[in-house]
């Protein structure tokens, strides 16, 4: 199955705003390169660990949507998005599924967040550290859909899952994952104790990867996957919303509708600076608020009134 492929050349500063901008508009999947590689064999595929922001000076974006896009169109979407920044040295081409998904997976090494959760590609062995019995393992074939742990924006999440699940406030409870991508949260919120979790997306791509992956890792009962018109409404005493600023924004009212009093959310894919005007947005309906920041990227959590 081919796709429509954009690259771009940015500066470090820059990479940020492109990146938001291209998954505002709807990229399946973007990926970072070191453009300095272009010159050299290497072939650096680039998405920061777990605390880190290692970004070269000058870095390529590559984006994926779905072969059918009109590439004007949108780049006109870009353009309305964020006009202050150059989308003149966008770049298109049609690519299939190996040229991008196979390197990809070659470069996802197996990750640790907080105490005991571990994200481990389905074609790795499992590390000598997540050996022990109280390790939350996750094995993840991500394919299409986003949410691999590597990304700052699901490792904040992931962090503050393992950090629920020491304080024991996971245990034998039900999760809400709102944006579920690949069902990394929701997994490994199971795999730390939950007794079950249920997957939203509005991608139906990424509803067959969170159910494959819940297959994978031997939980299938466990996890339920909808898309938003489908949703059964209920409220959970955890909440986990890895979506972006301005989705956070309209969706207020309905995430807040989900969390039983004294329930947990946390919400994630807000670039720093977003999280003001977010902060005093869910003031209404939530008390100790904090904002954490890896990176350029935040996630604000609080507890429901």
Not at 161 to 170: I, R, S, T, W, Y
Request: net charge negative; charged share 20%.
């Amino acid at each position: 199955m081919p796709y429509l492929e954009l690259t771009l050349r940015c500066a470090e500063a820059e990479q940020p705003r492109y990146e938001n901008a291209l998954e505002d508009v709807g990229a399946l999947s973007v990926t970072l390169l070191d453009a300095d590689a272009e010159t050299s064999n290497e072939n650096a595929i680039l998405e920061p660990g777990v605390g880190q922001t290692p970004l070269w000076n000058a870095l390529v974006l590559n984006a994926l949507f779905p072969a059918e896009t009109d590439a004007l169109l949108l780049l006109a979407a870009l353009e309305s998005f964020d006009p202050g920044l150059d989308w003149t040295r966008v770049a298109f081409r049609s690519v299939e599924d190996q040229d991008w998904e196979r390197a990809w997976l070659d470069q996802f090494k197996p990750m640790r967040f907080g105490q005991r959760t571990f994200i481990v590609p389905w074609n790795h062995a499992l590390p000598e550290e997540a050996a022990h019995a109280q390790a939350a393992v996750v094995r993840l074939d991500p394919g299409l859909a986003f949410g691999s742990g590597t990304h700052p924006t699901t490792s904040l999440c992931l962090g503050w899952l393992d950090q629920l699940a020491q304080a024991g406030e996971l245990q034998g409870r039900r999760v809400l994952d709102f944006g579920c991508g690949s069902g990394i949260l929701a997994l490994a919120a199971i795999k730390l104790g939950a007794a079950a979790a249920i997957g939203v997306d509005n991608d139906p791509q990424a509803l067959i990867a969170s159910a494959d992956n819940a297959e994978r890792n031997a939980v299938g009962p466990q996890l339920q996957v909808y898309l938003p018109q489908d949703e059964p409404v209920a409220r959970y005493p955890i909440v986990v919303a890895n979506i972006l600023a301005s989705a956070l924004d309209a969706l207020a009212d309905t995430l807040a509708a989900r969390v039983e009093p004294g329930g947990r959310i946390a919400l994630s894919g807000i670039l720093h600076g977003q999280e003001p005007e977010l902060l005093q947005r869910y003031a209404q309906w939530f008390d100790q608020l904090v904002a954490s920041r890896e990176g350029d990227w935040m996630r604000i959590d609080g507890v429901r009134r």
